[in-house]
């Protein structure tokens, strides 16, 4: 099956990375190759390392780009990148992109199990591979459940929408998408089916806790980090308020500099800013984005660059 991506807020990203044409970069969700494919594009010798988790995107960038000999192509979590850089002798680059979340090939491909529009099995795994959403929803106690709804999902009706899970799997195994939806919609009001679809937080949640997607987006924002060069730049697209937090929190960390009070006269922390931001604001589609590409209405890019530990 084809691997179709829509690249979110592409030029502004790839103007953001500064792409050097010998400089090497790193696309850490590689998904369907678009983001790939314009770095590639603006280099002459330079190296491009796409990774991805997914054996299907993982598929389609190999064919998309068998021919290009600035690619380099590596099955694994971004979260990684550092020793799956390191075992290719890589030990520094001058850019980073992660373009966070879920792909729309893998929303609209019904058997993956990530949409509750269609009816599939209750998969939602972006490896393929480990336990899946159905293994968590058949599980799991109903505080358990109530805890990743509401954290991951931030969902005010978690508590209900977890005692209704676990009420139906009293009767049988929850093993499709359908299955799940149809319980969260009658375990929440009526004014809230009224709406929107009341399963988008519920099945959120459950796809991030299934691919531990926020653990891995705290490890890999430091291990992009550590990589980058001096002037090196990491550009982070998400898609909801979690993601985000997390992204423009550990930049502002970076950011900072003395934390002594006030009123002191002299610093005495000592601490130095070791990044700066690119621009203040996250950016988001335009209009004609949003027209042309719908998914595109909740994201943001983040970027910032590493400055020298001297400076």
Not at 104 to 132: C, I, V, Y
Not at 133 to 146: D, F, G, I, R
Not at 232 to 253: P, Y
Request: hydrophobic share 35%; glycine share 8%; with cysteine.
């Amino acid at each position: 099956m084809e691997f179709s991506h829509t690249p979110v807020l592409l030029s502004e990203t790839i103007e953001g990375l500064n792409i050097k044409p010998n400089g090497i970069y790193v696309d850490g969700t590689a998904g369907g190759g678009g983001h790939s494919a314009a770095i590639l594009e603006r280099l002459d010798e330079g190296r491009l390392i796409s990774i991805d988790r997914d054996p299907d995107a993982i598929c389609a960038v190999k064919h998309r780009f068998c021919n290009n000999e600035n690619s380099i192509i590596i099955k694994g979590n971004y979260s990684d990148m550092g020793s799956l850089l390191r075992e290719r002798g890589i030990c520094q680059v001058d850019g980073v992109l992660l373009d966070i979340g879920v792909s729309s090939h893998q929303l609209d491909t019904p058997e993956r199990g990530f949409s509750f529009h269609e009816d599939a099995p209750l998969d939602m795994r972006m490896s393929q591979s480990g336990a899946t959403a159905a293994n968590l929803v058949n599980t799991l106690s109903q505080k358990e459940l109530s805890r990743i709804i509401f954290k991951y999902g931030e969902e005010k009706f978690a508590d209900s929408i977890s005692k209704g899970i676990v009420r139906a799997r009293e009767d049988k195994p929850i093993e499709t998408t359908f299955e799940l939806a149809e319980i969260i919609r009658n375990s929440v009001p009526e004014k809230v089916r009224r709406a929107g679809h009341p399963a988008r937080k519920t099945f959120q949640a459950l796809r991030i806790e299934v691919n531990h997607e926020l653990d891995a987006l705290f490890k890999g924002l430091q291990e992009a980090f550590e990589l980058l060069s001096p002037g090196g730049r990491l550009a982070v697209i998400t898609f909801h308020s979690l993601e985000d937090r997390i992204v423009k929190q550990t930049m502002a960390k970076w950011c900072q500099g003395c934390t002594c009070p006030k009123d002191f006269p002299v610093c005495v922390c000592g601490n130095k800013p070791r990044a700066r931001l690119v621009m203040r604001k996250p950016i988001v589609a335009n209009e004609q984005e949003l027209s042309a590409n719908p998914r595109s209405r909740s994201a943001k890019l983040r970027i910032c660059e590493k400055i020298p530990e001297n400076s």
